[in-house]
């Protein structure tokens, strides 16, 4: 089964960027759906947005488009989050995780693989 490893957390002041990295050492990388998911302390996890094997984006959090990106790279097994415009209620630990089983475009949540997490912390 398919690892995940999530990388690039941090504490960023109000108004800065993180780029947060996902990195799997599957080889059915390419040919899978990865999401982007984040819990704040004493909330339920939320999805923000995923990438399909073909490169199709969609955003569980219509909230966050024109602030959070995704991209993928499948010759590094690599999907990136980039986050902009930071705000301390973007506060979270930030979860990827993948699915072969189509996933994305269907707004599906209910993804197989998950990685344990990166901490972001937004404040001054």
């Known amino acids: 089964q398919a690892q995940l490893v999530e990388s690039g957390g941090g504490l960023v002041q109000p108004g800065g960027s993180l780029r947060l990295s996902c990195t799997s050492s599957?080889?059915?990388?390419?040919?899978?759906?990865i999401g982007w998911f984040r819990q704040a302390p004493g909330k339920e996890r939320e999805g923000i947005l995923c990438?399909?094997?073909?490169?199709?984006?969609?955003y569980y959090l219509d909230s966050l488009q024109g602030r959070f990106t995704i991209s993928r790279d499948n010759a590094k097994s690599a999907v990136y989050l980039q986050m902009n415009d930071l705000k301390p209620e973007d506060t979270a630990v930030y979860y990827c995780?993948?699915?072969?089983?189509?996933?994305?475009?269907?707004?599906?949540?209910?993804?197989?693989?998950w990685g344990q997490g990166t901490q972001v912390t937004v404040s001054s």
């Open positions: 995780a993948s699915d072969i089983t189509p996933r994305c475009r269907s707004g599906s949540t209910a993804y197989r693989t």
């Open positions: 599957g080889f059915t990388f390419r040919y899978s759906d």
């Open positions: 990438i399909s094997d073909s490169g199709e984006i969609t």
